[in-house]
């Protein structure tokens, strides 16, 4: 077994070491966790080159006992020198990972080293998703205890044997006599000694999900966030920061993120020294969490990835470890149905017949899986009625024969559901108004005729747990859209005490995945597509439970080659809902094209293509049919951005090189010019026929040379590219 975690006594430091990074860090004198570096695989560290400021400013105290001056002697320097876990109302004001109340409303907090352990394994969370316990894995976890109050904090540093990333998590224990309010506990801090750093993220909003978005670090504190009750249309809970030489594929860059589903913030705060603190966790906007003696609170599970390799190493091992790692390992390399969706050809216009018909037409298409959506259940023809009401309209369809008639054909058979929602005209609202998240006593905010269920209300989870399982057990259901129509707003809860509502947004969370949790686990054979409004809850925490979601209402192939060229630096294609809809800005062939590195599918009506665009589509069918397990589980290469250049073009290799798919797609038209498309990822010896102009090449001359696109392009001229090795 490869010993991946050290520590020297004699220096008191940590190294957390594989072949890929190393991170170091120790206790000082004062017993804070100081922290040194994280890069490339060092095998030692000079500890005073690393901590010396050269100034004895902030290193002196006054000592309690004898009311004398007194000074570190080692290099610590109080509010200027990194930090792992930077305590708050003390020196330190850059930003702190823990603040927490006492009964006598001091939030003064400060958390200092009292022992460790080491051993094989990771820690795993009841409640919450997280990375699975599985393959040479190991954890640090450090036992700190609060400078003044008897609180405990366990801070655990997880590393696994393949993979370029550290896994970080907290747990706060209160043994004091009283309760405490945490009013903030984040999951990961990382000091990095500069400010010389470009920062991307990815802003949207429905149907402009992931805009991948560049911009320079400068001093101040920066914050990504969500405060809507879920990882949010409006920011995704990732973020990039890179050395400001660094490129695609050359320098040094970091990722950070966190396996959780809600509000969430990633503070960046660059202080007068020029350090950049990076900070991820729960959002501390309207969180207040009453924590009783001896209990104890879990944050959400943190990540930081680095590469040595550029962007684009940070986006294949973050696809590697959540394939891997994360993934139902059940559906991770298990072939997902070519799925035809009913809501764009008809919405909630149906009945039995024409569902039957509709089916009937899937077929031709080459589709694997048909799914009903909205409009199957209580009394729902419109947006106003009926969440809530999990029960078969059986005056509107004949759900048995529509199943039977899908599997005599061969097709799967898919059902929408929205469990977290309830409209106020249901009969589930008229019995049990309790179950709707709000004060009862002011008016409530509705979006799409819609308020949210409260998941933090126990009884409310039963009701409709009960509800869909009477469903999934008396009908062969193979597959369910879990979708989720609106943000959360009116965070009060009639379930939990006025002193507890700062409690709420968290114990949705909670209660969602516990939901979740219940329903997938009697079901292992569903395979289940997390939606929110598209894609407005993308994010690790419900991958752990869906294998895949729906990445955009938008339709618009324009808009969808943006949408998923950057949704595919942060997630895996095997995640990534990617279908052909009926807009009209492209031909079906390039929109088949663009929809084919994701999971394929289709959003229309059948009768409305002609023989001619039913072949376009069929033909992309099929090189999807024969590249899925390419596209599951081989290593994106992002070769051009449609960010900064008039060109998208995404490649995906196997892991073995023998194959790859390309994507690339001209946005406005261009005439003959030079213009060569260059690989990534191939072995340079070997000799690759390539489908564009059926040649075959050296590896090395694919990535040296490139593929000539020197013709006059027209608008969104789009191909798709299949690369085979010749033995």
Known sequence: ?????????????????????????????????????????????????????????????????????????????????????????????????????????????????????????????????????????????????????????????????????????????????????????????????????????????????????????????????????????????????????????????????????????????????????????????????????????????????????????????????????????????????????????????????????????????????????????????????????????????????????CHSLGLKFGLWFEPEMINPQSDLFRHHPEFALGDPKVNRSLSRHQLVLDTANKAAIDNVYSQIITILDNYDIDYVKWDHNRNVADAFSLAVSNYQQGEVYHRLMLGSYELINRIVTRYPNILFESCASGGGRFDLGMLYYMPQVWTSDEMDPLQRLFIQYSTSRLYPLSTMGAHVGKHNTASYSTKAKISCLGIFGYEFDPKTLDAEQKKAVLDVASVYKRNRNLIYSGDVYHLLTPYKQNYMSLLVVSKDKRQGLCLFSNLKKENIEYRFLKLKGLDPQKKYFNSFDHQTYLGSYYMDVGINLCKGLTFLETYLIEITIEE
């Open 1 to 405: 077994m490869v010993i991946m975690i050290n520590f020297d006594r004699q220096r008191k430091t940590f190294c957390l070491r594989n072949r890929y990074l190393s991170y170091w860090f120790y206790v000082n004198e004062a017993n804070i966790l100081q922290h040194l570096f994280l890069g490339s695989p060092l095998a030692d560290i000079n500890l005073l080159a690393l901590t010396n400021l050269d100034t004895d400013w902030s290193r002196s105290y006054l000592d309690k006992n004898t009311n004398l001056e007194g000074s570190y002697q080692d290099a610590f320097y109080d509010g200027k020198s990194m930090m792992e876990i930077p305590g708050f109302g003390y020196a330190d004001k850059r930003g702190a990972s823990f603040i927490i109340e006492d009964s006598n409303k001091n939030v003064a907090t400060d958390f200092r080293y009292v022992s460790h352990r080491i051993y094989q394994g990771k820690p795993l969370l009841s409640q919450m998703p997280c990375f699975r316990d599985e393959g040479n894995v190991q954890t640090l976890e450090i036992t700190l205890q609060d400078l003044k109050r008897d609180i405990t904090l366990l801070a655990s540093y997880t590393i696994y044997e393949d993979y370029s990333l550290i896994l970080r998590n907290n747990q706060i224990i209160n043994n004091e006599e009283q309760p405490i309010i945490i009013r903030r506990a984040y999951s990961l801090n990382l000091d990095l000694p500069s400010k010389d750093y470009s920062l991307i993220h990815f802003p949207g909003d429905w149907c402009n999900e992931r805009r991948e978005v560049e911009e320079e670090i400068d001093y101040g504190l920066k914050r990504l966030y969500s405060n809507l009750g879920r990882s949010s249309h409006e920011e995704n809970p990732f973020a990039f920061i890179k050395e400001k030489d660094a490129g695609e594929y050359q320098g040094t860059c970091y990722a950070f993120s966190f396996v959780y589903s809600g509000n969430f913030a990633i503070d960046i705060n660059v202080d007068k020294l020029k350090m950049t603190r990076v900070q991820v966790g729960i959002n501390d906007e309207q969180f207040a969490w009453n924590l009783a003696s001896k209990q104890s609170f879990v944050t959400p599970e943190g990540l930081i990835v680095y590469s040595a390799k550029g962007i684009n190493g940070l986006t294949q091992t973050i696809h590697d470890i959540t394939r891997e790692k994360l993934i139902n390992k059940h559906f991770v390399n298990k072939d997902r149905p070519i799925m035809l969706n009913s809501w764009e050809g008809c919405y909630m216009d149906f009945n039995t017949e024409k569902i039957i018909r509709y089916i009937d037409d899937v077929v031709s298409m080459g589709a694997e899986l048909f799914v009903l959506d909205d409009g199957w259940f209580g009394q729902r023809n419109d947006d106003n009625t009926s969440l809530g009401d999990w029960t078969v309209n059986t005056q509107k369809i004949d759900l048995k024969r529509i199943i039977e008639h």
